[in-house]
């Protein structure tokens, strides 16, 4: 079988500073991995050269998307692909409504895929459906994008975005983090339900207690710039007991 | 990195798409100006005595007078001598049919998605259509007659109502007013004039389209409006010009008179040629627009898209002289590349209980100089006069300029003023966002500038709006940085 991703040696960096030293990853259909790491190991780094944010540059290896070369696409092409970031400091869009937003998102993805696009009727009802997933208020639709939003709503937001998007491969950056623990307990239920066996997530977390939720087939471990460890949901445990400290060694030790 | 992120330079590109120049012939006074030349426009024209001495005396008066520079724009010093001022596509002077209208012309008008034969005229819009100097055609006058409004150009108004002419001609914009003002009143050619009688709500949106052709020209017209007791009417305007490598001045005048519970929303939607990439060519918009509302309970409200010219300087202004009148200004000015645009308004409260809204957007791109300049007076006689001012401004990359300079002068304690600012940029944080959403660059900055200027296009006829969002998004075409 085909990976959805694949990471083969990946080194990047940016401003002249290698912050990624050869990653390798692959993720089959079906599969949930979740990243965890010390701040600065260079997680969001991985997250936001999946998604092709500019400035980075990569200095060796390759990523594949579905058997393809993602780092030649644009960035609103991998999203139209089935690439989805859900960012780990979503931005404000002042003036622009929420729901014209992800009209407009989806409807770019639908025009892509060569899916006829929802009209304001189509869409509001597609719209609903999701929100409840979120038990998200449906007046955050008539905001401007995230202006406004507590941390928690920011980060349901996006979430709901990706529901709305249903994308193959989803990356989640810290979506947990700022969230209390019912609003927990509600995103990874969505996440669980956005589970398909035709795609693959990628859930970047400091806590278990995610994990306690979403059970990922893997955990992988980074730190500055290498996976210095993968192994079942079972490593996650260990971590929050034992902190990184023990990994790090271990890692030197091994190589 | 690899990924094909377009810069910056590649894709500032946009098209200039009403650059175009028709192949008209033209008949046009040799560059210069003096008394002469002044006698001349007029007497082409057959105006009565009272017109060319008016015109005499904003001559001299303008003889006297200094080209003003307080506006912050920079531009070479213009030769007054080298403009040619009048120039008028040669063939008989009024047609009694549409059928008699130069095709060429016509042709011209349809290019500029303004059709004015009676067939493909456009619905529900009469439209008055200006050349150079002097009106081409105006649609729908028969129409209006019937509910007695007078829709023509300036030169017909002064041949068949020279009374109203007279009366109301310099009321509002004396022919002192300013420097540009003084120049337009002594050489203006043509423009629209419009009286609407008496308790009539024009059925129809009335709008004058402004097309510069020839070269070396300035164009200077005159716009009058008077809304007589409890009148209501909704005017708009529209221009543009070829591409030339040389400056070009309008200098425009337009007064509005509303009598007594009469209300004028005067629309603009201003694409004159902005110059190119570097600055060269392009009008300078140099306009003095004004309205008085006259009565109680009159109001007039100003609502501008200004997307074209290399230097605009306009503030539409409002006179609150009956009490409870309203004055509203709505503004977007978008600057891209070397544009450079000085607007704003003034809103000047003299009756008891008036009121005044101020919203100016202001965007700037590429090189692009954006300065709102506002004035608000509140007279002695203005109690509980209401002021509500919001002026925001757009920057797009690091290289363009918005400055504000708000001034106020509050002489009737009773009287309240609220003036609000910000200043916001487009991240490339947030166009990525819409980029990993799917949105490409140019359709998130045009999402972002359209929510930005979301309370202004709201302000404009439905049909238009959708205009000046499209023209809005081919300005800033690639501008992104
Ligand atoms: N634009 C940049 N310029 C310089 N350094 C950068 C830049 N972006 C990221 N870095 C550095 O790269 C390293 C990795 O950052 P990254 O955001 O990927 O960490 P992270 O693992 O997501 O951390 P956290 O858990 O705190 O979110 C950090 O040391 C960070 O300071
Ligand atoms: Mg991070």
């Known amino acids: 079988m085909q990976p959805i991703l694949e990471i083969d040696q990946l080194e990047a960096g940016v401003q002249g500073k290698q912050i990624l030293k050869g990653i390798s990853l692959k993720i089959y259909p079906g599969e949930m991995h979740a990243i965890m790491g010390p701040n600065g190991s260079g997680k969001s780094t991985l997250a936001s050269i999946l998604a092709g944010r500019d400035g980075y540059e990569i200095i060796r290896g390759r990523v594949l998307y579905q058997g393809r070369n993602l780092l030649e696409l644009s960035p609103e092409d991998r999203a139209r692909e089935g690439v989805f970031l859900a960012f780990q400091y979503p931005v404000e869009i002042p003036g622009v409504n929420s729901a014209y937003f992800l009209k407009a998102a989806l409807n770019e993805v639908r025009k892509y895929r060569g899916m006829p696009e929802l009209d304001a009727i189509e869409f509001l009802a597609l719209v609903k459906e999701k929100i409840k997933l979120l038990d998200l208020d449906e007046e955050l639709l008539k905001r401007p994008v995230n202006v406004g939003f507590s941390g928690g709503e920011k980060k349901r937001n996006e979430v709901l975005q990706m529901a709305v998007l249903e994308p193959r491969l989803a990356v989640l950056d810290e979506t947990d983090s700022g969230l209390d623990i019912d609003a927990l307990k509600i995103v990874a239920n969505g996440v669980n339900c956005l589970r398909k066996p035709d795609n693959a997530q990628l859930v970047i977390t400091h806590y278990q207690r995610l994990l306690d939720h979403i059970v990922p087939d893997k955990v992988h471990v980074l730190v500055d710039g290498r996976i210095v460890m993968s192994a079942g949901k079972e490593l996650a445990l260990e971590l929050e007991s034992k902190g990184y400290d023990w990994i790090v060694r271990e890692a030197k030790r091994v190589n | 990195m690899s990924a094909n992120v377009p810069n910056i330079d590649q894709l500032v590109r946009s098209e200039y798409k009403y650059g175009f120049v028709s192949e008209i012939d033209t008949d046009s006074l040799p560059p210069g100006i003096n008394e002469e030349v002044i006698r001349e426009i007029s007497a082409r024209k057959g105006e009565p005595q009272f017109l060319l001495e008016w015109r005499l005396k904003a001559y001299r008066h303008w003889t006297t007078l200094k080209e003003p520079h307080w506006a912050k724009a920079v531009y070479p010093p213009i030769d007054y001598q080298a403009i040619s001022y009048y120039a008028a596509p040669?063939?008989?002077?009024?047609?009694?049919?549409?059928?008699?209208?130069?095709?060429?012309?016509?042709?011209?008008?349809?290019?500029?998605?303004?059709?004015?034969?009676?067939?493909?005229?456009?619905?529900?819009?009469a439209v008055d259509a200006v050349m150079d100097s002097v009106s081409v055609a105006t649609t729908f006058q028969k129409e209006l007659e019937q509910y007695g409004i007078i829709f023509c150009s300036f030169s017909e108004a002064v041949r068949n109502h020279p009374d109203l002419v007279e009366k109301y001609l310099g009321s509002v914009v004396p022919y002192t007013d300013n420097f540009f003002a003084s120049l337009n009143s002594a050489v203006f050619s043509d423009g629209s004039f419009c009286y609407i009688p008496k308790g009539v709500r024009c059925p129809m949106e009335l709008s004058t389209y402004f097309r510069i052709n020839a070269a070396k020209t300035?164009?200077?017209?005159?716009?009058?409006?008077?809304?007589?007791?409890?009148?209501?009417?909704?005017?708009?305007?529209?221009?543009?010009?070829?591409?030339?490598?040389?400056?070009?001045?309008?200098?425009?005048?337009?007064?509005?008179?509303?009598?007594?519970?009469?209300?004028?929303?005067?629309?603009?939607?201003?694409?004159?040629?902005?110059?190119?990439?570097?600055?060269?060519?392009?009008?300078?918009?140099?306009?003095?627009?004004?309205?008085?509302?006259?009565?109680?309970?009159?109001?007039?409200?100003?609502?501008?898209?200004?997307?074209?010219?290399?230097?605009?300087?306009?503030?539409?202004?409002?006179?609150?002289?009956?009490?409870?009148?309203?004055?509203?200004?709505?503004?977007?000015?978008?600057?891209?590349?070397?544009?450079?645009?000085?607007?704003?308004?003034?809103?000047?409260?003299?009756?008891?209980?008036?009121?005044?809204?101020?919203?100016?957007?202001?965007?700037?791109?590429?090189?692009?100089?954006?300065?709102?300049?506002?004035?608000?007076?509140?007279?002695?006689?203005?109690?509980?006069?209401?002021?509500?001012?919001?002026?925001?401004?757009?920057?797009?990359?690091?290289?363009?300029?918005?400055?504000?300079?708000?001034?106020?002068?509050?002489?009737?304690?009773?009287?309240?003023?609220?003036?609000?600012?910000?200043?916001?940029?487009?991240?490339?944080?947030?166009?990525?966002?819409?980029?990993?959403?799917?949105?490409?660059?140019?359709?998130?900055?045009?999402?972002?500038?359209?929510?930005?200027?979301?309370e202004v296009f709201r302000e404009l006829p439905m049909e238009f709006a959708v205009e000046a969002q499209k023209l809005l998004s081919v300005t800033l075409e690639g501008s992104v940085g």
């Open chain 2, 90 to 125: 040669r063939s008989k002077a009024r047609y009694s049919s549409m059928d008699e209208v130069d095709p060429e012309l016509l042709k011209t008008f349809e290019k500029l998605g303004i059709p004015l034969s009676e067939r493909a005229r456009l619905a529900g819009v």
């Open chain 2, 218 to 454: 300035g164009q200077f017209e005159r716009t009058l409006i008077v809304a007589d007791e409890g009148s209501r009417v909704s005017y708009l305007e529209g221009c543009t010009a070829p591409i030339r490598d040389e400056n070009q001045l309008h200098a425009a005048v337009v007064e509005l008179v509303a009598l007594e519970g009469a209300e004028i929303k005067y629309s603009t939607v201003q694409n004159w040629y902005p110059g190119d990439r570097e600055g060269r060519g392009g009008i300078y918009n140099f306009v003095t627009k004004r309205g008085v509302c006259k009565g109680r309970r009159s109001k007039i409200s100003w609502t501008q898209v200004e997307t074209g010219s290399a230097i605009t300087w306009k503030y539409p202004s409002c006179v609150l002289l009956g009490e409870e009148s309203v004055g509203e200004f709505y503004s977007v000015a978008v600057t891209n590349n070397r544009q450079q645009a000085d607007t704003g308004t003034k809103m000047i409260h003299i009756g008891r209980n008036t009121r005044s809204t101020i919203v100016s957007k202001g965007i700037s791109a590429g090189e692009g100089q954006n300065s709102y300049r506002g004035l608000v007076v509140m007279k002695k006689s203005a109690a509980n006069a209401r002021n509500f001012s919001q002026c925001d401004s757009l920057l797009i990359g690091d290289r363009c300029g918005a400055h504000t300079f708000p001034w106020i002068q509050v002489m009737n304690p009773t009287a309240t003023v609220e003036h609000e600012a910000t200043t916001s940029k487009i991240g490339e944080d947030q166009i990525f966002y819409c980029n990993q959403r799917g949105i490409s660059r140019q359709d998130a900055v045009n999402m972002i500038v359209n929510g930005f200027c979301k």
